[in-house]
């Protein structure tokens, strides 16, 4: 596995957060004097997370830099992506296991963290945004840019699916599979946006899929 591969990935990633925190947009935009301080709190947790990810800060003196966490890697254990991100009980999931797939989320600003892990070693990440009612004036933009970076970054998808509702967009580049996945999606609530970036090892992905609860892991979302 090229570890500088991994870590393009995660610059990538980031520069997607950046663009999709509509949350924080809005709630910048809407913040009172009762709840600036929780929305200090939340913004100090999504830069800790993107720092965990890779992210600098362009005001980031070089001692600090070097005090960064490295950019996460395929190859973790739970226990250690947990170190990783100390994230506090309100943005917590309890880890789910099916026999030898053990799943663990982390919500921020920017979406909803996933991690999974095939015999306690990390072989995908998936990253999932979503835009709803107010914030559906932010996702067109959001999603266009974010389909930029990643042809920009990686060329032509080497595989496409898409109908009236859904889009998906494949890169193979050795042993990792880049996804950029977007739903379309009507609720009782309204029109809902989806947009899931994922990354796995291609090794360990087919002999992990038959075990990974997925879609049974995203209605816990508190």
């Known amino acids: 596995m090229n570890n500088k591969w991994l870590i393009v990935l995660a610059i990538f990633t980031l520069i997607i957060i950046q663009n999709c925190t509509t949350t924080e947009k809005i709630v910048t935009e809407k913040q009172s004097p009762e709840t600036e301080a929780a929305d200090d709190e939340l913004h100090k947790e999504l830069q800790v997370l993107k720092s965990m990810l890779g992210y600098k800060h362009e005001d980031t003196t070089v001692t600090e830099a070097k005090k960064t966490v490295q950019p996460i890697e395929f190859g973790l254990s739970v226990a250690q992506v947990q170190e990783l ?12 296991v099916n026999k030898k ?7 921020s ?4 963290f996933t991690f999974f892990f095939y015999d306690d070693k990390l072989y995908k990440l998936a990253i ?7 914030t559906l004036k932010f996702a067109e933009e959001d999603i266009k840019k974010t389909e ?4 920009e970054g990686n060329g032509e998808p080497d595989v ?22 977007l739903f379309n999606l009507m609720t009782h609530q309204g ?12 090794n360990i992905n087919p002999l992990a ?4 609860s997925f879609e049974l892991y995203k209605t816990r979302v508190k």
């Open 109 to 112: 600003g920017g979406g909803q």
């Open 128 to 134: 999932i945004s979503k835009w709803s009612n107010y």
């Open 209 to 212: 899929k038959n075990l990974e």
């Open 85 to 96: 991100f100390p994230a506090p009980d309100k943005f917590e999931f309890d880890p789910m």
């Open 101 to 107: 797939v053990t799943m663990l989320a982390r919500d």
């Open 160 to 181: 496409v699916e898409e109908d009236e509702t859904h889009k998906k967009m494949v890169w193979l580049n050795g042993d990792v599979e880049v996804a950029l996945e």
């Open 191 to 202: 029109m809902t946006r989806v947009m899931t970036l994922m990354y796995a090892d291609r």
């Open 148 to 151: 930029a970076i990643f042809i």
